[in-house]
């Protein structure tokens, strides 16, 4: 049973343009939030990360957006740029010290020039 | 900069060898963790460490084991490679503010 959910496993955008890629969990005690980018045969690189006790964290282009009563958080990319072609992976931890991530399965981003 | 190195980065290896993966970190964190990546499965975690000697097991343990004799070294050793094992494995470190930072991965083929 997934508690992390990537629904869309593919988006393509223009360079320029916004990208938005969703994540739904399904717990609620999860308690922080992290988007981690992955470029072929290299490791995942943290983006950025967010606290259940915020609703929106920025950095640069990077925005991470929580909805908290829909269990649903969001990266907005903007302006997207060709670099910015990767997977994504959203993760989460569950709250109660608990030491692990739980990962969602990704989604592909392609930003076409 | 690279705080956390994973050795080898490729193996082939042969159904039935053991083989142990290597990773190496610089920061004396005290969680370590090993997960592999599979297409459609996204990341899962096998095996992690809350300090020398202290491990315990993700959700894909079966099949592997870990080792933690100092800070900065955790092994990954399957006793008994299968094909189902093939995979790329990775191994991450987390940081005082609960982020985790991973190695740039192993490709493991077992034939």
């Known amino acids: 049973d997934q508690q992390v959910k990537q629904n869309s496993p593919s988006l393509s955008v223009q360079e320029g343009r916004i990208s938005i890629l969703n994540c739904d969990y399904t717990?609620?005690?999860?308690?922080?939030f992290l988007w981690y980018k992955k470029y072929p045969a290299e490791g995942p690189t943290f983006l950025i990360s967010i606290s259940s006790i915020k609703d929106k964290n920025e950095d640069g282009r990077f925005t991470v957006f929580l909805n908290k009563s829909a269990k649903h958080l969001s990266l907005h990319i903007v302006p997207s740029q060709p670099g910015d072609s990767a997977v994504y992976f959203c993760?989460?931890?569950?709250?109660?010290?608990?030491?692990?991530?739980?990962f969602g399965k990704g989604t592909k981003l392609t930003v076409n020039p | 900069d690279a705080g956390i190195t994973q050795s080898p980065r490729h193996k082939v290896t042969e159904t039935g060898t053991p083989v142990t993966l290597r990773c190496h970190q610089t920061?004396?964190?005290?969680?370590m963790y090993w997960y592999r990546q599979d297409p459609g499965h996204g990341l899962r975690l096998i095996h992690y460490?809350?300090?020398?000697?202290?491990?315990d097991k993700g959700e894909v343990s079966d099949g592997y084991s870990v080792s933690r004799s100092k800070t900065e070294d955790f092994l990954l050793t399957l006793e008994s490679a299968t094909s189902s094992q093939t995979s790329v494995y990775f191994c991450?470190?987390?940081?005082?503010?609960?982020?985790?930072?991973f190695g740039p991965g192993t490709r493991l083929t077992v034939l």
């Open positions: 991450a470190m987390r940081t005082e503010t609960d982020t985790q930072y």
């Open positions: 460490s809350y300090g020398v000697k202290d491990t």
């Open positions: 993760a989460g931890t569950l709250g109660g010290g608990s030491e692990k991530l739980v």
């Open positions: 920061e004396n964190h005290r969680y």
């Open positions: 717990n609620s005690m999860f308690d922080y």
